[in-house]
């Protein structure tokens, strides 16, 4: 099983449509979890980190269910310039917080 | 203002050919890491250095080395590139090991 893993999509919607993806992972120790943004041939962006409590930045809602080892994101009302590749990044305590990237999800989103 | 720097943006070398990438951060951390990328692959992680430690990853080929002078700058040094070399790189730094990596904008590295 891999450490991360991701359903790589594509995910094709509707603009103006709501959209969640999951990212499970494997290892029980892990601390710190991110959503990147990676748009075709440029580099990953942080999109958001992603806290116990949960967060919400805009039309964009991270959450973390340690108990089921994923991280959410949900985005809502979707635009066309959401149309990317998201990843999820996870680092664990016991890995010296090396970073495991999932392959990522793609999004389409089309008028 | 950019943050993390990665020179050149593109690069053309030919089989066998050494070549240097650099990469150099504003941001004073304390981390810096780099990734080979395929395409449609997540990043692959190479070897991180937190200050002056030096990490390199089990899977990583000798061919591939780094050195980082200073707090600033870090280089990816492939002493030999095969075709198989070719991707992108991308240079990440993080303020401490658990925290936030910001990505430079990556060197495509071609190989002839």
């Known amino acids: 099983r891999k450490e991360v893993e991701q359903d790589p999509g594509p995910f094709n919607v509707p603009e103006g449509a709501t959209v969640a993806f999951n990212c499970t992972y494997s290892?029980?120790?892990?601390?710190?979890f991110f959503w990147y943004r990676q748009d075709c041939r440029k580099e990953p962006k942080l999109l958001m980190s992603v806290y116990s409590s949960g967060n919400e930045d805009g039309r964009f809602t991270a959450q973390l269910n340690r108990a089921s080892q994923y991280i959410s994101l949900l985005i809502r009302d979707s635009k066309l310039s959401d149309s990317a590749t998201y990843l999820c990044?996870?680092?664990?305590?016991?890995?010296?917080?090396?970073?495991?990237f999932g392959r990522g999800t793609s999004l389409i989103v089309h008028p | 203002d950019a943050m993390v720097i990665q020179n050149p943006r593109y690069q053309v070398t030919q089989f066998g050919k050494p070549v240097t990438l650099s990469c150099s951060q504003t941001?004073?951390?304390?981390?810096m890491y780099w990734y080979q990328q395929k395409s449609s692959q997540a990043p692959k992680l190479l070897f991180h250095y937190y200050d002056k430690d030096f990490n390199n990853e089990a899977d990583t080929p000798d061919n591939f080395q780094s050195r980082r002078p200073n707090t600033s700058f870090c280089f990816l040094d492939i002493r030999s590139p095969g075709l198989g070399d070719a991707a992108m790189y991308l240079c990440a730094t993080s303020r401490e090991r658990e925290e936030t990596q910001y990505f430079g904008p990556g060197t495509r590295l071609l190989v002839l």
């Open positions: 990044v996870v680092k664990s305590t016991g890995g010296s917080y090396i970073p495991t």
């Open positions: 290892n029980s120790a892990s601390q710190s």
């Open positions: 941001l004073n951390h304390n981390v």
